[in-house]
Structures are given as C-alpha cells and as structure tokens.
C-alpha cells in the first residue's frame, strides 16, 4: 500500500490524481490533501476518501473544514506551515506536487529533504530552481517521477536505453488556441478566448501558458533539469492533435516516442506505479479515427515565449527564476483583465532585461530573485494597464 500526499488536491491535477486513486484501492491509500481557499471542494474531497490530514493555505478556509462535523477523526492544518507538514507526513510514500506556480516551491522542497519521492507536476519549482532540486532530490534518496504529459513521454522513451544515445529530444505541443492566428489577431484576443484550449482541460494558468507557449518554454526548462539534457539537444515541435506526447532521438536516428488520448491520468498512473502500468478506466486511442497526425514548426516570431526560455537557460543562476514570476504576474493581470494578451510577453521580456543575473545555489536565492521579479513585473503591468484602458476609451480594444 502506497500512502499518497496530494498539494493541490483540489486543482485539475489534483482530481485527476484522485480518480486514479479512487481505481485502485488495494495499492493505494489517501494520506493528506491540500488546498490554497477552496474548502468545500476539499471537504468534500475529504469526505470520499478519508485522508488523515487536510491543510488548507487560508485561515478562514481552515476554520470553516474545522467546523465540519461530518469529516471524522482528521487533523486540519494552515498556512504554508501546512502545507509544508502535510508534504512532510512521516507515512508518506509519495507526495504529488500539483500546486499551480511558484508557491509549490516551499512545500515541494520539504518533501524532497523529508526524504519523499514526488510525482511532480508543478514544474514552477523545477524552472525555478532545477539544479536545487536535483542536487536535494540526490542528497536524499527521492525520485521525482513526471507527471507533466511530454515529460513522461520522455521518460518512458528513455527507459531501457542509454543516455549517451540520445541525439535529441523532441517535445511535442499542441499550439494552443491561437495556433493559426496573427499578432493583430492575437492583440485582441480576450480572457474567454485564450481559455479554451483545443484537447486539454486545466487550470487557468497553465491554459494561459499554453495560448502563449510559455508552457513550452517553461517545459524545455523542466525537461533540461528532469533529463540532464543540454537546450542545444531540446526541441520543440507543434503536433495539434495532442496524440504524441513527446519523443527522444537516439543517434542511429531512431526515434522513441510514446502516444495516447490526452488525459492526465495516464501520466498521472505511470508516476504513481513506476514501473507498472495499471488500468485505467479510459477509451482506447483509436488512430484510425483520430485521422492523419500533423507536424509544424513553432514560430518564435508570433509566440516569443519560447525564444525567452531558451534564453533563460542559456543566460542560467536567477534568469528562469525571473521569467516564471514575470510570466506568473502577467498571466494573472491578463485573467484580472488588467493587461492585453500580448502584453504578456511584453512584461515577461521587459522584466528578463532589467534583470542582473546572480549564482542560485539556495532556496533563499530562488526566492529573492522571485520576489525580485514580481515586483519589476507588477511595476511593468501598471504600466500596461494604463495604456490598456487608454486603448479602451479609444475604442481600440
Ligand atoms: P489548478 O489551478 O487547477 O490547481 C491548483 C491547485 O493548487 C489547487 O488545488 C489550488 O487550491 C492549489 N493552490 C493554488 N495556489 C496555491 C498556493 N498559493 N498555495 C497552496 N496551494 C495553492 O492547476 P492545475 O492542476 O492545472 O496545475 C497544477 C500544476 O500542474 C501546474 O504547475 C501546472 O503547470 C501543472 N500541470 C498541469 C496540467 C493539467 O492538465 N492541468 C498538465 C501538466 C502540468 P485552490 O483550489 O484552493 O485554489
Ligand atoms: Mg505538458
């Protein structure tokens, strides 16, 4: 029996893992869950499967899952200490990081130093502060198992070949809502617009992410520290049906690569019982309806996201920690409907080059150097927003 610590229970990853949880009883038991404010989702959460633990960010949240009577026998944490012993739990097995963004750092790190193996699908943490990451994840003993779709793509392509083989790696992406669409037409593009995603259904940040591509951007980062893998040796293709998830080249020229429908229980499965492959309740790929497979070159002149990650790998210390927060308050200022969409990547580039890039050798240099950006960036956005709403009154957005 595996006994599982969910941060972020109540997310879409979090669901997720909790419905291939709830398939497979006999292997696995739920430890904790946690949540940032969404109490009644978590209650109800803790109702269906018993957890010892729930902890939740908000301290109104937390009393109100106290005053629950019908939740039994369960200890009920706050705040980021919380979270931090949740992820910590003595009888943790595994821990899944599926937080959304930089705030999965803290309590993601805890749980490597306890000792915990992690099924990572916050990959904030790991664009942050990767070599941090391995370097404890080594220190301690811990797997950190891929949740993210082409990561565990790549993962399971690797397995059972040699690393020194690899020529490269091809990471797969869908394009995202404005695929087809010119910088004019992406000017206008609203907050509705930009949320709906062709084949994947998530959370809103990462659904941002994707319309720009700087979920691309920030999975070549996270496959660079997950891999050992060079950015020289990473790239990227656009593949709009989302059936294969990633491939790795080897230097015969093979090519490994591993499809299926797009659903993250699949990942989510293989990262929980490494190395089986358990049932899942899900239709079958059926290729011969899914009709021809299409293959396209991303185009870093319309969608500058991706350029910017590899930029701030190359430049390296405080660099990716940077773009993540920038572009986490600049997707959050465009779902506040404060900045336009292109301005995204407007304030990401903007805050990357007035950054002075500095060594990340510890947690405390991740955390300045984000603390750093989010202010640069917030300054960048009021800038935007006021000439957004000037825009407005002229009647151009
Ligand atoms: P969601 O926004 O759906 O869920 C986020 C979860 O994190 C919720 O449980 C939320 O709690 C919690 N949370 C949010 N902010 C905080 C905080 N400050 N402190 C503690 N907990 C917090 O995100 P997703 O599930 O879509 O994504 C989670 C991570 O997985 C992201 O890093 C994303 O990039 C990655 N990922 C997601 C995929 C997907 O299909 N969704 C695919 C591949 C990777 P509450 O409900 O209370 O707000
Ligand atoms: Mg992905």
Known sequence: M?????????????????????????RFSVLALTAAQSDKRLADQCSAFHPKVASIVDAQAAQRLEGRS????????????????????DEADLVISAIVGAAGLVPTLSAIRAGKNVALANKEPMVMAGRLMQQEAHKHGVTIFPVDSEHSALFQSMEGHRKE??????????????????????????????????????????????ATLMNKGLEIIEAHWLFDIPASKIEVIIHPQSIIHSMVEYNDGSIIAQLGIPDMQIPIAYALSYPEHIPLELPPLDLLKEGPLSFEAPDTERFPCLAFAYKALESGGTMPAVLNAANEVAVQAFLDNSIGFLDIESVI?????????????????????????????????????????????????
């Not at 006994?3 to 006999?26: F, N, Y």
């Open 2 to 26: 595996k006994h599982i610590v969910i941060l972020g229970s109540t997310g879409s990853i979090g669901v997720s893992a909790l419905e291939v949880l709830a398939l497979h009883p006999d």
């Open 70 to 89: 019908d939740l039994g026998d369960m200890t009920i944490y706050s705040g980021v200490d919380g979270l931090i012993k949740a992820a910590t739990l």
């Open 165 to 210: 083989d690899i020529r490269r790696i091809i990471l797969t992406c869908s394009g995202g809502p404005f695929r087809t669409c010119s910088r004019e037409q992406m000017q206008r593009k609203t907050r509705a617009e930009a949320l709906k995603h062709p084949n994947w259904e998530m959370g809103a940040k990462i659904t941002i992410d994707s």
């Open 349 to 397: 580039g903007q805050t990357m080059d007035a950054h002075t890039i500095v060594p990340l050798e510890t947690l405390d240099d991740a955390l300045a150097a984000d603390r750093w950006a989010r202010e640069h960036a917030a300054h960048v956005v009021t800038k935007f927003s006021s000439d957004s709403v000037l825009m407005k009154r002229a009647g151009h957005a």
